[in-house]
């Protein structure tokens, strides 16, 4: 599956959760796992019709490893 495959397919997942990190107030990030080999992103606070990006699991992986080693300058 291509990226654009990928990205049609999450646009139909009704399976998002928000972040561990986030309060129930607050708008935050959300991630859906439920098409195979891909991470769906998207922003909470705009809605289901919002933009999502896409991420291969190894993309994915490569980038929550490297939040949790704080290689990231926030």
């Not at 999450?10 to 986030?22: A, F, H, I, P």
Request: hydrophobic share 40%.
């Amino acid at each position: 599956m291509n990226h654009r495959d990928a990205l049609a397919s999450l646009e139909g997942v009704t399976d998002w959760r928000k972040s561990s990190y986030s309060d129930q107030e607050n708008a935050c990030v959300e991630v859906a796992d439920s098409v195979p080999g891909w991470i769906g992103v998207r922003d909470s606070k705009l809605g289901p019709d919002g933009p999502i990006l896409a991420f291969t699991t190894a993309e994915w992986a490569a980038f929550t490893a490297g939040a949790r080693d704080n290689e990231f300058d926030l």
